[in-house]
């Protein structure tokens, strides 16, 4: 039986959803906003409340903000570099845009195929992406290196082929500041493949 009332029980239950957070941070997160009613509790859920009512999903690239097309798509400056990256979540896109990688479009599949989880191309925004494929001088294939993200990542080329466009992917291999002992051998493999002239 839990002693607390049914609105602050409510709170802890949608808090525990959130990625990251079991019951037991949810429950600590809530007992945080309650002593912090004034300076956070109350900012927070007005910022939830205009958050709901503005963010949009930009219908041309899946990205998410508070117009659409969005800021990215609405630059002109990014059309014209020709360059599309195609990531699988919009926190991707977000990590791309934190590195400063310049004017560049994206495209946000929402999700890699995955059999077992039923997850299929008619799931994921391939369809839109090969229908403004044609508009981009070159496209980079921004997806995990997981096997899923790889599986994908063929299945997307071979669906691009014949479209004329150039298709690349990111570099696999030795991470910035990385040491080669600690590395896997798979990965370690993969950067002497790919190694590049000095
Ligand atoms: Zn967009």
């Known amino acids: 039986m839990s002693q607390s009332s049914p609105e602050i029980e409510q709170l802890i239950q949608l808090m525990a959803r959130l990625p990251g957070l079991g019951?037991?941070?949810a429950r600590r997160a809530v007992l945080h906003l309650i002593?912090?009613?004034e300076s956070l509790m109350a900012p927070l859920s007005a910022a939830l409340d205009r958050a709901v009512?503005?963010?949009?999903?930009c219908e041309t690239c899946g990205n998410i903000d508070t117009r659409s097309p969005c800021s990215i798509c609405a630059d002109p400056r990014r059309r014209e570099s020709g360059l599309l990256i195609?990531?699988?979540d919009v926190a991707d896109l977000w990590a791309m845009e934190r590195a400063g990688v310049g004017a560049v479009s994206y495209h946000v599949l929402g999700g890699v195929l995955s059999p077992l989880d039923g997850i299929g191309p008619e799931d994921l925004a391939i369809d839109q992406l090969i229908g403004r494929a044609g508009?981009?001088?070159?496209?980079?294939?921004a997806v995990n290196a997981?096997?899923?993200g790889q599986t994908t990542a063929h299945y997307v080329t071979d669906r691009l082929a014949g479209s004329?466009?150039?298709?690349?992917?990111?570099?696999?291999g030795v991470p910035v500041g990385g040491e080669l002992d600690y590395l896997d051998e798979g990965t370690l493999s993969q950067a002497l493949k790919a190694r590049t002239v000095f």
Not at 53 to 57: C, E, F, H, I, L
Not at 164 to 172: D, E, F, N, Y
Request: charged share 30%; hydrophobic share 45%; no cysteine.
């Open 86 to 88: 195609v990531v699988e």
């Open 146 to 148: 997981t096997v899923e």
């Open 53 to 57: 009512a503005a963010v949009r999903v």
């Open 164 to 172: 004329g466009v150039k298709i690349t992917r990111l570099a696999h």
């Open 23 to 25: 019951p037991r941070s």
């Open 135 to 141: 508009g981009f001088s070159e496209i980079v294939l």
């Open 35 to 37: 002593k912090k009613k």
